[in-house]
């Protein structure tokens, strides 16, 4: 595929893209995590840097940071209606006795996040296009990777970019740019940094999406999208009257 119509697809992407949710605990640090964090930052997340960055690639980014483990349903609710979806992996909630996780997790490390992950799959099925990247803190990158492709059959696992994809949905593993791999230097271009997420994003979403007709059907929702409010405008409650009598 030519590198002009790659380029061009990822321009339409990127006037569509327009609703990122990110979902991570440590997004708004308490006195209690700040207290944690003086010894150990591997899962530091700065809430204002990452949305700035969004601010300025003109996207739309909700940031939610979950406490309760009930609040996971709360969470996939809105990702549903999300655009890309970026998640921590290692979610540390306060556990109540109303949850009933996944019957089929059965170490604690990452189970909220599969179950989004899972929770967000089922309601995907084989249409609805979504991606998600973990944005994670964590060293074990391929093995978070690994642990995400069993959450479905019919996920593909690719070990060398740390993806695992279906036709519509395409998860990534990725980490936080405070992270440090001095001793897996493999891992190190797999850092991304707060300001290079909405490029990644973009990008990501353009495997999903590139190609001739699905670049038309994207660029005219995009034209529908931004021009709701006039639509809207035209339909308006002022012409009720004239249509029912019509």
């Not at 909220?112 to 099925?125: S, V």
């Not at 909405?198 to 660029?219: R, V």
Request: charged share 25%; proline share 2%; net charge negative.
């Amino acid at each position: 595929m030519g590198e002009s119509f790659i380029t061009l697809s990822k321009s339409i992407v990127n006037e569509f893209l327009r609703d990122i949710v990110f979902i991570d605990e440590c997004a708004y640090p308490t006195k209690e995590s700040n207290e944690e964090q003086k010894t150990v930052k591997v899962n530091e997340f700065n809430a204002q840097d990452v949305s700035a960055a969004f601010c300025k690639a003109g996207k739309i980014c909700a940031i939610y940071a979950p406490q309760f483990d009930i609040d996971i349903e709360v969470c996939v609710q809105a990702l549903k209606k999300a655009d890309a979806i970026v998640l921590d992996w290692d979610l540390k909630l306060k556990e109540t006795k109303d949850f009933d996780p996944m019957e089929d997790v059965v170490e604690d490390e990452g189970k909220y996040t599969k179950q989004i992950i899972k929770n967000i799959l089922e309601d995907a099925g084989n249409e609805k296009i979504k991606l998600i990247i973990i944005y994670t803190g964590e060293l074990n990158l391929p093995d978070i990777c690994k642990q995400v492709s069993q959450i479905s059959q019919k996920l593909e696992l690719n070990t060398t970019e740390l993806v695992c994809q279906q036709k519509n949905v395409r998860i990534l593993v990725r980490a936080k740019e405070t992270t440090q791999y001095n001793h897996a230097e493999h891992l190190k271009n797999k850092i991304v940094a707060y300001e290079d997420l909405p490029q990644l994003i973009n990008d990501e979403y353009a495997k999903l999406t590139t190609g001739l007709l699905s670049n038309y059907a994207l660029n005219a929702i995009t034209a529908i999208r931004n021009n709701t409010s006039n639509i809207l405008g035209v339909f308006s409650q002022d012409i009720d009257a004239a249509f029912l009598g019509h």
